[in-house]
């Protein structure tokens, strides 16, 4: 292979697992109710579970924003217990 070809095909290899990481870190919305709550992740009932599965959980990042009712909870909300 001529070098040309390998750099094209370096260049090429390098966008696809740019776009890979694009698509697969979009933001999701999931609407249910909680479940359960710990330190890096949260429990979600959403309902289409099976009565033998646990709710799915997600991962709690600087970005989450928790809402209620579509509107968003302010992080001073008190927490009941």
């Not at 750099?7 to 479940?35: D, R, Y």
């Amino acid at each position: 292979m001529s070098h040309l070809m390998k750099s094209l095909a370096v260049v090429i290899t390098a966008l696809t697992i740019l776009a890979t990481a694009v698509v697969l870190a979009h933001e999701t919305t999931v609407k249910g109710t909680v479940a359960g709550i710990e330190v890096k992740r949260i429990q979600v009932k959403t309902g289409e579970e099976k009565k033998t599965e646990a709710p799915a959980s997600y991962p709690i990042d600087a970005k989450t924003r928790p809402a209620r009712a579509m509107r968003p909870i302010p992080s001073s909300a008190p927490q009941r217990c």
